[in-house]
């Protein structure tokens, strides 16, 4: 288990991920911000877990979230997200991206399976055009409706609002 950083670590990652090619093990490459991580995530790192034997999350920076969802965002910074994610049981590497999105994270490992919520439909999902032609396979989970960390934190915003 092991938290890469900077994308100068991203060759050696690459290697990695040759050698688990190379051996017969599957990579499986997730991303997202995972901010407050809850049971939908959990859900997802589970599915995430049962495509292969290696599975490999994409997460968002600090800079990245606060982009993506705003000020106030994230709620916990990127090395503890990262050490929940690993915690969780179901992630063996966490690699921290600042980009928009994860496409030069996923062309530089190209995983054998990409897998993304589905609140995103196929043709959506970044990297799923690259992982297809290179013939890997690209999976949607069912998400669990009423996790997402956005949602749970208007609804708590709503109650404080109700309240005062």
């Known amino acids: 288990m092991k938290i890469v950083r900077h994308t100068s ?6 290697k990695e991920v040759e050698t688990l090619r190379t051996s017969g093990k599957t990579t ?4 997202g911000c995972f901010d407050g991580l809850h049971p939908g995530h ?4 589970a599915f995430v877990r049962e495509q292969g034997d290696h599975v490999i999350v994409g997460l968002n ?11 106030g965002r994230p709620l916990l910074y990127a090395e503890a997200r990262a050490t ?5 049981g179901y992630v063996d590497t966490v690699v921290l991206f600042d980009m928009p999105t994860p496409l030069e994270l996923i062309c530089a490992l190209k995983p054998d399976v990409l897998v993304k919520g589905n609140d995103y439909s196929m043709e959506q999902i970044v990297g799923a055009k690259e992982i297809l032609s290179a013939g890997g396979s690209v999976k949607i989970f069912p998400r669990i409706p009423g996790y997402s960390t956005s949602k749970i ?12």
């Open 153 to 164: 934190l208007a609804r708590k915003n709503n109650k404080k609002t109700e309240t005062k």
């Open 28 to 31: 499986v490459f997730t991303n």
């Open 61 to 71: 920076s600090d800079k990245s979230v606060r982009s993506l969802k705003g000020e």
């Open 42 to 45: 959990l859900a997802l790192l």
């Open 84 to 88: 929940a994610l690993l915690e969780s």
């Open 9 to 14: 670590e991203w060759p050696s990652l690459v």
